[in-house]
Nanobody, 126 residues
Framework: QVQLVESGGGSVQAGGSLRLSCAFS????????MAWFRRAPGKEREGVAG????????DVHATLKGRFTISRDSGTSTLYLQMNNLKPEDTATYYC???????????????????WGQGTQVTVSA
């Protein structure tokens, strides 16, 4: 059974940093593709970053490159999202997602992922 558990959210001031974690289990690290999504109030869920667990091949949404970094630790089965220079518009609920037999293509599409975490709230104040 696949389980994804996010942590690390919180409230920060603009310019601050947070690192989100997603502990995963039940996935085959050799084949899984994982991603971070977020949903701001009144908006649709959007892809933030995606990564192949085995190789670490990753991509970040064009508007977030330079501030957000996705990584994983296969040894501890943990996915990370490092967020720097946070802005009020980054306020959202952040979710990790997993495609057990995925490829990096179209990683930003929600329908690609079969498993989702419960989400962790990030609030950035001006």
């Amino acid at each position: 059974q696949v389980q994804l558990v996010e942590s690390g959210g919180g409230s920060v001031q603009a310019g601050g940093s947070l690192r989100l974690s997603c502990a995963f289990s039940g996935l085959n690290a050799r084949t899984a593709h994982m991603a971070w999504f977020r949903r701001a109030p009144g908006k649709e869920r959007e892809g933030v970053a995606g990564i192949l667990v085995l190789s670490g091949l990753s991509d970040v949404h064009a508007t977030l490159k330079g501030r957000f970094t996705i990584s994983r630790d296969s040894g501890t089965s943990t996915l990370y999202l490092q967020m720097n220079n946070l802005k009020p518009e980054d306020t959202a609920t952040y979710y990790c997602a997993a495609d057990p037999n995925g490829s990096p293509g179209l990683w930003w599409r929600t329908e690609k992922y079969q498993y989702w975490g419960q989400g962790t709230q990030v609030t950035v104040s001006a």
